[in-house]
């Protein structure tokens, strides 16, 4: 098929997807090759940002060998680490986020109709946001949205023995003052009623909005900073006004709150979101998202919805594949 140059924000490399789903244009590596180089850049970019204490094994934010069959998916990239981060490194992430509109259109609507196609088999599915819908936290999460408008954000949770987290970041807005917060929370204690991410967020904020007692927590970290009316993303080059700080240097797993930096480097690395992708059998990954299956065709910009509204861990793998692929073209251009 025929092979056209492709501008990106300045980079020339090969590649287009045309019309009827089919992926053309690039030289095809190997998937594994093309999640590792993603990985890469996962940690390149935590750098350029100021990540001082992240390190990203997986694009999902899993430990996919402790869940995934390889008999089932023997091409799956496994890795035996799951990602670890910071509180303040999530805080930098997030607030580097919400500078871009793509990731603002998806994460920030409770709910979306996805269509999709299979050959000539029309899909379709309604997918709901877990920072806005949860069967544990639902009583805290609209506790939350009584006194802040979520902007958007990404939640994340790991709770495979021995290893427990529970993370969200979330751009909030004060209801009472008018305010916008970039708000990190990340517990390392097991999930219960009355203790989990959503409660220690609104109470750091209600400390922080001057309607609260100041909070104390027992494990992770908690950091939330006031965002800029205008260019937030101007945080990171400048340094941070920290409105509210527990244990922003502890080190925990950020399960798929990791799924913000995926998001990124799809926006930093393919310009037109419309493009059609198929799935392939080495990007499915259990648990979470809508059960994708292989030679399921979407819309990138469906892909990235699925992967931070309901988590998709095969969205993630897809994301990871197409860009890193694009990352290895690029590398080895003449």
Excluded at 16 to 38: A, I, M, Q, S
Excluded at 46 to 73: C, I, K, S, V
Excluded at 139 to 158: E, M, P, R, V
């Amino acid at each position: 098929m025929e092979q056209i140059l492709i501008n990106d924000n300045g980079t020339q490399f090969i590649g287009k997807l045309n019309n009827n789903f089919d992926e053309v244009g690039l030289y095809n590596y190997p998937d594994n090759d093309c999640r590792t180089r993603f990985i890469q850049e996962m940690n390149t970019k935590a750098q350029l940002l100021g990540m001082t204490g992240t390190t990203f094994y997986d694009p999902a934010g899993n430990q996919p060998a402790t869940f995934a069959d390889p008999t089932q998916y023997p091409d799956l990239w496994l890795s035996e680490n799951p990602n670890v981060m910071t509180a303040m490194d999530a805080l930098r992430l997030l607030i580097y986020a919400s500078g871009i509109q793509h990731i603002n259109d998806a994460w920030n609507i409770p709910s979306y109709t996805l269509n999709y196609k299979n050959g000539t088999t029309s899909k379709t599915a309604t997918i709901t946001s877990t920072v806005f819908y949860s069967s544990t936290y639902q009583n805290s999460i609209n506790a939350l949205l009584a006194s802040y408008d979520i902007l958007g954000g990404k939640t994340g949770s790991y709770n495979i023995s021995p290893i427990y987290t529970n993370t969200l970041v979330i751009v909030a807005k004060s209801k009472s003052t008018g305010k916008v917060y970039a708000c990190v929370s990340f517990n390392t204690a097991a999930a219960t009623a009355s203790n989990n991410k959503f409660i220690d967020i609104k109470k750091a904020l209600d400390y922080i909005d001057a309607s609260g007692a100041a909070p104390s927590f027992s494990q992770g970290g908690c950091v939330i900073a006031e965002m800029p009316t205008l260019t937030p993303s101007l945080y990171n080059r400048y340094g941070f006004e920290l409105d509210y700080d527990y244990g922003k240097t502890v080190e925990v797993y950020p399960a798929s709150v990791s799924k913000v930096m995926t998001a990124i480097l799809l926006c930093d690395n393919i310009l037109d979101l419309n493009q059609v992708v198929k799935v392939k059998e080495t990007d499915r990954q259990p648990p979470t998202g809508t059960n994708f299956v292989a030679g399921d065709a979407l819309r990138l910009r469906d892909v990235l919805q699925c992967m931070l509204m309901e988590s998709s861990n095969t969205s993630a793998q897809v994301i990871a594949r197409i860009v890193g692929n694009i990352l290895l073209n690029r590398d080895n251009a003449i």
